[in-house]
């Protein structure tokens, strides 16, 4: 089972600012196949990037994503009032598939 | 636009079985080459991923749960279940369907108690 570590477990930021969230897997990926997701409280998980660094319909360029092998970035270059969330990468190319423990971006 | 709707009991005892059905809407279930997820996540916790199928009905289940899981596909209604045999308070949590990682239900709160 490839096993995802993330960092840091929260990200204290103010609107405006640049995140950047790191996923550590245990072992290479596979075709890059990493993805993020954003979950806001009481709702489902969002698709905001696949294989690494391809951005899912609809989602802003403000998000990027980058990555390969075993180390991979999830950037929010300039953080709008509704991306304060948690973050959560996931492995989808070795089953089982596996999400790391999340990042919380929370408001300083 | 495809939609996912997942339902079923919201309490189940102890030791008895778990079963959910997912609805998929706004396309068919076996067009195309997908998997078909059950994920889910314990109250305050991360998610964690219970199994797939493939639009050809091969399965492929979580370790830590295969000897409990079923997952199965009625195209003749668009949905795909989930069946949890021998629960447990662990097993309480909201429990999300999704198509591949990119469209995910609203989540249904299960909980296990007497």
């Known amino acids: 089972e490839i096993v995802l570590t993330q960092s840091p477990g929260t990200l204290s930021l103010s609107p405006g600012e640049r995140a950047t969230l790191s996923c550590r897997a245990s072992q290479s990926l596979s075709s890059s196949s990493l993805a993020w997701y954003q979950q806001q409280p009481g709702q489902a998980p969002r698709l905001l990037i696949y294989g690494a660094s391809s951005r899912a319909t609809g989602i802003p360029d403000r998000f990027s994503g980058s990555g390969s092998g075993t180390d991979f970035t999830l950037t929010i270059s300039r953080l709008e009032p509704e991306d304060f969330a948690v973050y959560y990468c996931q492995q989808y190319g070795s089953s089982p598939l596996t999400f790391g423990p999340g990042t919380k971006v929370d408001v300083k | 636009q495809v939609q996912l709707q997942e339902s079923g009991p919201g309490l189940v005892k102890p030791s008895q079985t778990l079963s959910l059905t997912c609805t998929v809407s706004g396309g068919s279930i076996s067009s195309g080459s997908y998997y078909w997820n059950w994920i889910r996540q314990p109250a305050g916790k991360g998610l964690e991923w219970i199994g797939r199928?493939?639009?050809?009905?091969?399965?492929d289940y979580n370790p830590s749960l295969k000897s409990r899981v079923t997952i199965s596909v009625d195209t003749s209604k668009n949905q795909f279940s989930l069946k949890l045999t021998s629960v447990t308070a662990a097993d309480t949590a909201v429990y999300y369907c999704a198509k591949r990682g990119e469209i995910w239900g609203q989540g249904t709160v299960v909980t296990v108690s007497s």
């Open positions: 199928i493939y639009t050809s009905g091969s399965t």
